[in-house]
Structures are given as structure tokens and as C-alpha cells.
């Protein structure tokens, strides 16, 4: 079972920064938070991820708390084609690479 | 970033027919691959671990007398739907990891299947 909590949905405007949350109250030390994305009808889409601290990238921040029990990922100009169902999966590495998805947030975001 | 692709993107079968989905990692060398199956308005369920040289490794509940996987080289994984049903129709993603450890899991582009 997925090891997160999403928001089903969430819309956004144009332009402006969508926020998207996670819950991951029984997340291991040693395991990272991921996000993916998956626009309909294809396969989904690394975003980011992150251990403790915050990260940002090309496409998008993630913010971690300090207890780690929950994340946030910002993408800060929202984009007609960032429209999609973003997942958030925590994961440990090493030699498996099995990530296990939730039901994710589907994102919409309107002109 | 690494690419992984599927073919075909797309397929429709008759039922009692046998399809193969190939997925390649085209600019690196994956040991193990992962093949997923997502139904319409659901998310992604892991279905099988293909592991290069040696037997898949399946989730529980997926049958695999159905579901043959080969994985025979480091870049290429496939997965056959023997005996397709209609209730077989659905989107198979597969994705592969770059690097030792699994910083990033590339996926394919998907390949919806309709059984007719």
C-alpha cells in the first residue's frame, strides 16, 4: 500500500503558484519523498525528490518538514500543460526501484 | 534525462490472441525493470519485477502463465499478454532505473491495450 495521503483534487490559476500537498506520517529515515506526474494517457514523469532538506529544480521546489511527516511540492508559474495527477511516493533506493503509487492529486489548471 | 521506450503505443487484439509489449532503455543499461498496469481513472499497480538473465518476479494476484516476461539483454524487458481478454484491456507502463541506486526511475510512454 501506498505510504502517502493526497488531496484527490485541486485546481489552480494560470500563472500563479500551485501548491500541492503529502502526508507521509510513517516515513522511514532512510526513505526519500518523490514526485512524479502523469499527464492522461502516458507514462509518468519525474518532478523531483528529496531526503531533509528542501530542493528546487527546472521544474518545480520541494519543500520537506522538519519532521519530516509531510512535503509540499510548488510549482511556481502554473502552466495550462501542467495540468495532471501528480503523485507523491516515498521511497527507499538502493536496489529496488518498485515505487508504489497512491491515488495522487489530480491538478487542474484553468485559464 | 535517460529515455525509455515502449512499442508499440498502441494495440488492438482479438480476445483468445497473444500480445508483446516491448520496453527498451535506450541510453543505458537496466538491470531490472518494472512493468505496471493502470485501469481507467485508477493509479498505476506494480504487476512485475523483470530482472535481466532470470525469472520475473510477480506481484501477488498477478497470474504469470498470463503475463510472460522475458528481460534477455540489459536494455531490453518484454511482457506478453497471452490469451487476451477484454478485461486484459488496459494502459502497461514499464520503467527502468538509471544509476545503481535508483536515484530516478525513468518510465515509458505507456501502450494501451483494447481487446476486442
Known amino acids: 500500500d501506498a505510504k502517502t495521503t493526497q488531496p484527490p483534487s485541486m485546481d489552480c490559476a494560470e500563472g500563479r503558484a500551485a501548491n500541492l500537498p503529502c502526508n507521509h506520517s510513517t516515513i522511514s529515515g532512510n526513505e526519500y519523498v518523490y514526485w512524479y506526474r502523469q499527464i492522461h494517457s502516458q507514462g509518468p514523469q519525474y518532478i523531483i525528490h528529496?531526503?531533509?532538506n528542501n530542493e528546487t529544480n527546472e521544474m518545480a521546489s520541494l519543500i520537506i518538514t522538519e519532521d519530516r511527516k509531510s512535503s509540499t511540492l510548488i510549482l511556481p508559474h502554473a502552466t495550462l500543460r501542467d495540468t495532471a495527477v501528480y503523485y507523491c511516493?516515498?521511497?527507499?533506493?538502493?536496489?529496488?526501484?518498485?515505487?508504489?503509487f497512491g491515488k495522487g492529486t489530480k491538478l487542474s489548471v484553468k485559464p | 534525462g535517460a529515455v525509455v521506450s515502449q512499442h508499440p503505443s498502441w494495440v488492438i487484439c482479438k480476445s483468445g490472441t497473444s500480445v508483446k509489449i516491448e520496453c527498451r532503455s535506450l541510453?543505458?543499461?537496466?538491470?531490472?525493470m518494472f512493468w505496471y498496469r493502470q485501469f481507467p481513472k485508477q493509479s498505476l499497480m506494480l504487476m512485475a519485477t523483470s530482472n535481466e538473465g532470470s525469472k520475473a518476479t510477480y506481484e501477488q494476484g498477478v497470474e504469470k502463465d498470463k503475463f510472460l516476461i522475458n528481460h534477455a539483454s540489459l536494455t531490453l524487458s518484454t511482457l506478453t499478454v497471452t490469451s487476451a481478454h477484454p478485461e486484459d484491456s488496459s494502459f502497461y507502463i514499464c520503467?527502468?532505473?538509471?544509476?545503481?541506486?535508483?536515484?530516478?526511475?525513468?518510465f515509458g510512454q505507456g501502450t494501451r491495450l483494447t481487446v476486442v
Open positions: 541510453d543505458f543499461q537496466a538491470t531490472t
Open positions: 511516493i516515498v521511497f527507499y533506493g538502493g536496489s529496488q526501484g518498485n515505487l508504489i
Open positions: 528529496g531526503l531533509k
Open positions: 520503467s527502468a532505473g538509471y544509476g545503481g541506486d535508483w536515484t530516478e526511475a525513468f
